[in-house]
């Protein structure tokens, strides 16, 4: 479910169910679904994974077999051009609103956008002009690693400063808005969950080893990291 406050996250209540097509609305707002990527008949109800509000009352919200979800203030859709079939689940969502860009990112196959199988190979969607997209492009980079690790954090510090990082430890790095990735560095000793750029020099990255929770920092762009395990987690 989707749950909204009008008082500063005072008071929750539920404003649309995610379970199937989204056509009531709630509390003034409704939530359509990308009826394209989103199969209610053939796939199981869907967990929301990640979200983004530009403002109080325009947001995204991505999840489990290619569920995207979006308010009408967020997201003004020519559905005569849908966006195509996805399979994968998404894990992560960032905003550059200097350039009115979305991108969201998971596992392989969130981003099909044609016929093309390579495409479903791929792991981010990025929405140029998010407010009103006709299309979605799949992007990644040139070489995945082995396995296609799924992307679990994405962040920015604007359109030449976005990080990712993948379940295995890749950190990757795009420079043009999201257009192109290469490979920045590799995490050791843990399984990353979760990513947050603060600027354009620091970074932080969450997860585990199995025994205990995992800080990895970095002061120099993600050129380097260093690890710090927690006590306790």
Same mark, same amino acid.
Request: charged share 15%; glycine share 10%; with cysteine.
């Given at each position: 479910?989707?749950?909204?406050?009008?008082?500063?996250?005072?008071?929750?209540?539920? =404003?649309?169910?995610?379970?199937?097509?989204?056509?009531? &609305?709630?509390?003034?707002?409704?939530?359509?679904? %990308?009826?394209?990527?989103?199969?209610?008949?053939?796939?199981?109800?869907?967990?929301?994974?990640?979200?983004?509000?530009?403002?109080?009352?325009?947001?995204?919200?991505?999840?489990?077999?290619?569920?995207?979800?979006? &308010?009408?203030?967020?997201?003004?859709?020519?559905?005569?051009?849908?966006?195509?079939?996805?399979?994968?689940?998404?894990?992560?969502?960032?905003?550059?609103?200097? &350039?009115?860009?979305?991108?969201?990112?998971?596992?392989?196959?969130?981003?099909?956008?044609?016929? %093309?199988?390579?495409?479903?190979?791929?792991?981010?969607?990025?929405? &140029?002009?998010?407010?009103?997209?006709?299309?979605?492009?799949?992007?990644?980079?040139?070489?995945?690693?082995?396995?296609?690790?799924?992307?679990?954090?994405? %962040?920015?510090?604007?359109?030449?400063?976005?990080?990712?990082?993948?379940?295995?430890?890749?950190?990757?790095?795009?420079?043009? %808005?999201?257009?192109?990735?290469?490979?920045?560095?590799?995490?050791?000793?843990?399984?990353?969950?979760?990513?947050?750029?603060?600027?354009?020099?620091?970074?932080?990255?969450?997860?585990?080893?199995?025994?205990?929770?995992?800080?990895?920092?970095?002061? =120099?762009?993600?050129?380097?990291?260093?690890?710090?395990?927690?006590?306790?987690?």
């Amino acid at each position: 479910k989707v749950f909204r406050s009008n008082r500063a996250a005072q008071d929750f209540t539920a =404003d649309a169910n995610v379970h199937g097509p989204l056509t009531a &609305t709630a509390g003034g707002n409704n939530f359509p679904v %990308d009826s394209a990527d989103y199969k209610p008949n053939s796939v199981p109800p869907n967990t929301l994974r990640c979200m983004h509000w530009k403002t109080p009352t325009a947001g995204w919200f991505a999840g489990d077999n290619g569920l995207f979800v979006w &308010t009408p203030d967020a997201m003004t859709k020519d559905q005569s051009r849908p966006f195509r079939t996805t399979t994968g689940n998404y894990r992560a969502m960032t905003y550059i609103a200097s &350039t009115d860009t979305l991108l969201i990112a998971g596992s392989v196959g969130v981003n099909s956008y044609a016929a %093309d199988q390579t495409e479903a190979q791929r792991r981010i969607s990025r929405f &140029t002009t998010a407010s009103t997209p006709n299309a979605r492009l799949a992007v990644d980079v040139a070489d995945r690693p082995a396995g296609s690790p799924p992307i679990v954090g994405l %962040d920015n510090a604007g359109s030449t400063f976005i990080i990712a990082v993948d379940s295995s430890g890749n950190v990757i790095k795009s420079t043009n %808005d999201g257009a192109s990735w290469s490979l920045l560095s590799i995490l050791a000793g843990g399984t990353p969950t979760c990513l947050r750029v603060i600027d354009a020099s620091n970074i932080v990255i969450g997860g585990f080893d199995g025994t205990a929770g995992i800080i990895w920092r970095s002061i =120099d762009g993600g050129v380097t990291f260093l690890a710090e395990r927690i006590p306790g987690s």
